[in-house]
């Protein structure tokens, strides 16, 4: 088994700061929920995870919030994920998306979110797509459009 950095190097051209907008649609692609994000991903060279992010989230009204996501590379680029709220697993779909599954833990099994991470050419832009599925159906999405910015 190689590294996370030898087998994933998608993820790896993924570490850095990268600030953004999350906004959130229903079913009918009415806005929810938008806010601004700032987002930090790394790989640890040693410690206890082979992945490590911290999202910071800010409203418009003032509120925050911070949430922290490590990960652990299973070998054959494949990582998973588990902390109070969520579990899964993420690898790379091709040489620019990266694929991730998870649920949160309170929600159990019926509740399960898709997300594709798209990396452009140049490595400053991402885009990615949450698609919310409760019961066999999508209920939201949640749109985020980033720039790295470190």
């Not at 993820?11 to 938008?34: I, Q, S």
């Not at 806010?35 to 910071?56: A, I």
Request: proline share 2%.
């Amino acid at each position: 088994m190689g590294t996370i950095r030898e087998d994933m190097p998608l993820l790896a051209r993924h570490e850095g700061e990268w600030k953004g907008t999350y906004t959130y649609v229903d079913a009918a692609g009415n806005v929810t929920d938008r806010h601004e994000s700032l987002l930090t991903c790394t790989l640890p060279e040693d410690g206890e995870y082979d992945y490590h992010q911290v999202n910071e989230y800010t409203w418009a009204d003032g509120r925050t919030e911070r949430r922290v996501f490590p990960g652990v590379y299973q070998g054959d680029g494949h990582c998973t994920f588990d902390t109070e709220r969520l579990r899964g697993e993420f690898w790379e779909l091709d040489e620019r998306v990266v694929y991730l599954n998870w649920i949160y833990k309170a929600e159990g099994e019926d509740l399960r979110l898709f997300e594709l991470i798209h990396l452009s050419e140049d490595g400053n832009d991402r885009s990615r797509v949450w698609q919310w599925i409760r019961d066999g159906v999508c209920y939201q999405r949640t749109l985020i459009n980033e720039v790295r910015i470190g």
